[in-house]
């Protein structure tokens, strides 16, 4: 768990179980349970990584590709495992789920509105 506000940024990172190439999934909280995907980064062009105009604007940068999409969730679904790494990333603190959760756990992202209270 970490403090997010609408508006700001945190991304996943993870290895592509075909090319073993490490992709960026970034995104953006719009509100509560509003998770905005705005931008996907990777090295490698091809099995299961998108690129048709429908998904968004597809653009190489220095050997790499980045894709900037809108796509929407209220949630994001995960399943742990060693092989992929999956990290997620806040400003400079990084969760490593792939080690904080047995392989096969099922994981859901989401942004909630939390409360303090004084007594």
């Known amino acids: 768990m970490f403090v997010i506000k609408p508006g700001e940024e945190w991304h996943f ?3 592509h179980s075909v090319h073993k190439t490490i992709v960026k999934e970034y995104f953006r909280v719009q509100g509560e349970k509003k998770l905005r995907l705005f ?3 990777y090295d490698s062009y091809g099995v299961g990584m998108p690129f ?3 998904e968004g604007k597809l653009v190489e940068k220095d050997g ?3 894709l900037y999409t809108d796509r929407h969730f209220d949630f994001i679904p995960l399943v742990t495992g060693k092989e992929a790494e999956l990290e997620l990333w806040r400003e400079d603190r990084v969760i490593k789920l792939y ?3 047995p392989p096969g756990t099922f994981l859901r ?3 909630e509105k939390r ?3 004084w007594l």
């Open 99 to 101: 080690r904080e959760y």
């Open 39 to 41: 931008l996907v980064r």
């Open 52 to 54: 048709l105009p429908s």
């Open 109 to 111: 992202v989401t942004a």
């Open 13 to 15: 990172s993870w290895r």
């Open 115 to 117: 409360y303090k209270y």
């Open 64 to 66: 790499k590709f980045e």
